[in-house]
């Protein structure tokens, strides 16, 4: 799956990533557990780094729990609605350099669309 440049601002912002931040109180298993907050503070700093932060471009949001936890941590990019997992910080800014700077989808990070919670 591949997109070419961003599309043009319908809304306020051209695409949004979400990163799931949500801890579970009960010992389940949460993105909270596996970095999830170094992933969304990095990626945020990135954004605004590659100057694409702003109107009619790029909103790093923090979410509660997506319902992915198996796949976690997790984040998704709108309005493509591309869901990726995330090791690192070095697939943080490969999803930012690739998909959220140039349209392109970073095939090796997708999230299989079977896992769920």
Same mark, same amino acid.
């Given at each position: 799956?591949?997109? *070419? ?34 992933? &969304? ?26 319902? $992915? ?16 997992? &995330? ?20 095939? $090796?990070?997708?999230?299989?669309? *079977?896992?769920? $919670?």
């Amino acid at each position: 799956m591949s997109t *070419s440049s961003p599309p043009a601002p319908s809304g306020y912002y051209a695409r949004h990533i979400f990163f799931c931040l949500n801890e579970r109180k009960n010992g389940e298993d949460s993105c909270s557990q596996h970095n999830a907050q170094a992933g &969304f503070d990095h990626c945020k700093m990135r954004v605004k780094k590659e100057g694409l932060a702003g109107q009619g471009q790029v909103r790093v949001n923090k979410a509660g729990c997506l319902d $992915r936890c198996a796949g976690g941590p997790v984040a998704v990019v709108y309005p493509e609605a591309v869901w990726y997992s &995330f090791v690192d910080m070095e697939d943080i800014d490969e999803i930012v350099d690739s998909h959220l700077k140039n349209g392109q989808v970073v095939e $090796r990070l997708l999230l299989p669309p *079977s896992v769920g $919670r």
